[in-house]
T-cell receptor, first 113, second 117 residues
Framework: NAGVTQTPKFRILKIGQSMTLQCTQD?????MYWYRQDPGMGLKLIYY???????DKGEVPNGYNVSRSTTEDFPLRLELAAPSQTSVYFC????????????FGPGTRLTVL | AQSVTQLGSHVSVSEGALVLLRCNYS??????LFWYVQYPNQGLQLLLK??????LVKGINGFEAEFKKSETPFHLTKPSAHMSDAAEYFC???????????????FGQGTILTVHP
């Protein structure tokens, strides 16, 4: 049982490039989330999904897109990378329970130069 | 609406001393409360959670937190710090995830704990 996995671990992009951050969970969780973490700012929710085919914006969605075609996968797409998107990105998942305990992946460290 | 404030971005203690990491939350409905720990270059790991059962919540690695109804603190404590406790700690609050709610998790800004020999 791997939990939540993310690839890649590290990536350097040039301004204007695009990329997809991959996230997969094997816990059959309905809910999945993408966060970004910046120093001293805690975690900010980018997008979330309550099930396959259903996604919605979080606090900081600008510059990102997501899709959820399966229960397991929740990729995050950066279309035109900007320096402001330099951050550490975490994917998380949770089951549809009252407490919504979220389980996190190891993160992707992205630098945009 | 819910919010979380962690008091102190950095806390430094000596090995063997009491650890106290402060968190105040606000929520318009009964909350679920969490503490997560993040070791360097790793993801967040659940340390403990309060889900309306026992008010004194015990977590991993000897940490605990107490929920007091009608009060806002949800401080994290450990009687005796160990060098391996050095990490960043996040307090978070969520509300009922039932129905159409997705149970948004709101995080505090984080507190970096340093443990000195």
């Amino acid at each position: 049982n791997a939990g939540v996995t993310q690839t890649p671990k590290f990536r350097i992009l040039k301004i204007g490039q695009s990329m997809t951050l991959q996230c997969t969970q094997d816990m059959n969780h309905n809910y999945m989330y993408w966060y970004r973490q910046d120093p001293g700012m805690g975690l900010k929710l980018i997008y979330y999904s309550v099930g396959a085919g259903i996604t919605d914006k979080g606090e900081v969605p600008n510059g990102y897109n997501v899709s959820r075609s399966t229960t397991e996968d929740f990729p995050l797409r950066l279309e035109l990378a900007a320096p402001s998107q330099t951050s550490v990105y975490f994917c998380a998942s949770s089951s549809r329970t009252r407490s919504n305990t979220q389980y996190f992946g190891p993160g992707t460290r992205l630098t945009v130069l | 609406a819910q919010s979380v404030t962690q008091l102190g971005s950095h806390v430094s203690v000596s090995e063997g001393a009491l650890v106290l990491l402060r968190c105040n939350y606000s929520s318009s409905v009964p909350p679920y409360l969490f503490w997560y720990v993040q070791y360097p270059n790793q993801g967040l790991q659940l340390l403990l959670k309060y889900t309306s059962a026992a008010t004194l919540v015990k977590g991993i690695n000897g940490f605990e937190a107490e929920f007091k109804k009608s009060e806002t603190p949800f401080h994290l404590t450990k009687p005796s710090a160990h060098m391996s406790d050095a990490a960043e700690y996040f307090c978070a609050v969520s509300v009922n995830a039932g129905g159409t709610s997705y149970g948004k998790l709101t995080f505090g800004q984080g507190t970096i704990l340093t443990v000195h020999p």
